[in-house]
């Protein structure tokens, strides 16, 4: 019934931007917050920012300052720009819902997309 699409990864060399983005569809009332988390091999599943239906976000140390987390509600679309890329930022990348409301009143929560690579390379 839901969906959330990523698109906008790829190869990019250190220090380049890339812009991610996630668009949820489906018989969709409203979406709660909204986030973005990325997991390597090696690596749990970490967050990169959240933001909330009213905007307010949040980031990881490791990003602040050089990603930024930004939403449409009209599109049920999230964007992460990413600038200043690092090697160490490879990973693949996920969008995540919190909770989101569908037309009819029902719920669901914590939905995940399929995931997008990013590769930063030196």
């Known amino acids: 019934q839901v969906q959330l699409v990523e698109s906008g990864g790829g190869l990019v060399q250190a220090g380049r931007s890339l812009r991610l983005s996630c668009a949820a569809s489906?018989?969709?009332?409203?979406?709660?917050?909204m986030g973005w988390y990325r997991q390597t091999p090696v690596k749990q599943r970490e967050l990169v920012a959240t933001i909330t239906r009213g905007e307010t976000t949040n980031y990881s140390d490791s990003v602040k300052g050089r990603f930024t987390i930004s939403r449409d509600n009209t599109k049920n679309t999230v964007y992460l720009q990413m600038n200043s890329l690092k090697p160490e930022d490879t990973a693949v990348y996920y969008c995540?819902?919190?909770?989101?409301?569908?037309?009819?009143?029902?719920?669901?929560?914590?939905?995940w997309g399929q995931g997008t690579q990013v590769t930063v390379s030196s």
């Open positions: 489906g018989s969709i009332f409203s979406i709660g917050a």
């Open positions: 995540n819902v919190d909770r989101l409301t569908l037309h009819g009143g029902r719920t669901v929560r914590d939905s």
